[in-house]
């Protein structure tokens, strides 16, 4: 079975650091990783969808990178802004593939202060 | 706007009644899902319906039912609402194939008092 840990959980720093957020899987036969970001009260946004055949993505001032064999991705961003600050959430597809929907990462929870 | 939405946003209700929640998607994706999410702010699948078929029911109780009239929409009805029914609920569609990525709703938050 699918798990998704995300680290940290909690994140708070000020604004213009570049920071990076931790995500891991425990079985690496994935075809894709998505990156959510989910603001208080909100639905799911989402920021990037890496394939298994890519090594990283970027979209703006976000990149993300994979690493499947280790079961590992990370996102990065840059020169960070208080409208960054939102809930984080890493996902991939439950059974390995298909649509057979997401597993998620409980989230990493940040702020960023002006 | 190519969007999934799902309505309505907020709901109240008192325990035992029965309520649904509706989801439609104008992105031509053949496969819909509902997803919660509970107070800890985790998000877990509960159903995925693939051109009108169920193809996951992840251990929830059978009080929850999906309905699907056609591959653009997919209802959850709940019965006999508890109090731990109280979540956000979210509709997701994707496109079959390995290599699409999800979209979300923006919730519904039901609260059963």
């Known amino acids: 079975k699918q798990e998704v840990t995300q680290i940290p959980a909690a994140l708070s720093v000020p604004e213009g650091e570049n920071l990076v957020l931790n995500c891991s899987f425990t079985d690496s036969a994935i075809y894709n990783l998505q990156w959510f970001r989910q603001d208080p009260g909100k639905g799911l946004t989402s920021l990037l969808l890496i394939q298994s055949s890519q090594r990283e993505q970027t979209s703006g001032r976000l990149n993300a990178s994979l690493d499947k064999s280790s079961g590992r991705s990370t996102l990065y961003i840059a020169a960070s802004q208080p409208g960054d600050s939102a809930t984080y959430l890493c996902a991939v597809p439950y059974s390995g593939g298909g649509a057979d929907g997401l597993t998620f990462g409980k989230g990493t929870h940040l702020i960023i202060q002006p | 706007d190519t969007a999934v939405s799902q309505t309505p946003k907020y709901l109240v209700t008192q325990m035992g009644n029965d309520k649904s929640i509706k989801c439609e998607q104008n992105?031509?994706?053949?496969?819909m899902y509902w997803y919660k999410q509970d107070s800890k702010k985790f998000l877990k699948i509960m159903f995925s319906y693939n051109n009108k078929e169920l193809i996951i029911n992840e251990t929830v109780p059978n009080r929850f039912s999906p309905k699907s009239p056609d591959k653009a929409h997919l209802n959850l009805h709940i019965n006999s609402l508890e109090l731990g029914d109280s979540a956000v609920y979210f509709c997701?569609?994707?496109?079959?194939?390995?290599?699409?990525?999800?979209?979300f709703g923006s919730g519904t938050r039901l609260t059963v008092v």
């Open positions: 992105l031509g994706h053949d496969t």
């Open positions: 997701a569609s994707s496109q079959e194939g390995v290599g699409y990525g999800y979209t």
